[in-house]
């Protein structure tokens, strides 16, 4: 019973992923065929949970941690994006939970990067630090595309990376 909690699951799941020999790291204490006899490998469990889960959300859709971990990224960064309509997404209600989430096309993420670059990747290219970058974008008066409130949360539109020089003799 504590190992479905903690994987976020029915017992029932388990006991079919058992019998179907979806998990393998299984191990029995004491003679007695008893759940409390059991062990399971608990990231193994969670492992094969997440993939039942994505198969029945969509195989191809993202979510926040992945779309991320693409965007080199964390999740608190992504989520204002997001709720911006920046960053394009669908909210389904994730099976395990019961709780309204977002999740994200691969198409949207690779048009959102084609057309937007991190501050932290603009300083990156340069060799240098993001709040540099932003101090002389500022000076050369572009205006990022999405800006959270912090230097380090900005993205600006590629395209506008035609108007910027950097000096580092200047910086």
Partial sequence: MKLAHRCNCQLRELVEAVLQDQLEGIVRAGD??????????????????????????????LTIRDAAAVLKTTQVKVY???????????????????????????????????????????????????????????????EPSFDPGGRTGRFYRRSDLDKFTFDRLAA
């Fill in 80 to 142: 204002p994006l997001v709720r911006s309509g920046l960053l394009p997404s669908i909210s389904r209600l994730h099976p395990s939970t019961r709780k309204r989430q977002f999740f994200i096309e691969p198409e949207a993420l690779e048009e959102f990067q084609r057309l937007h670059i991190s501050i932290a990747g603009i300083a990156s290219i340069y060799g240098t630090r993001a709040d540099i970058i932003a101090r002389r974008m500022e000076l050369l008066g572009i």
């Fill in 32 to 61: 007695d065929l008893t759940f409390p006899n059991l062990f399971v490998n608990l990231k193994e469990a969670q492992e094969m949970r997440r993939r039942v889960v994505k198969q029945k959300i969509g195989i191809k859709l």
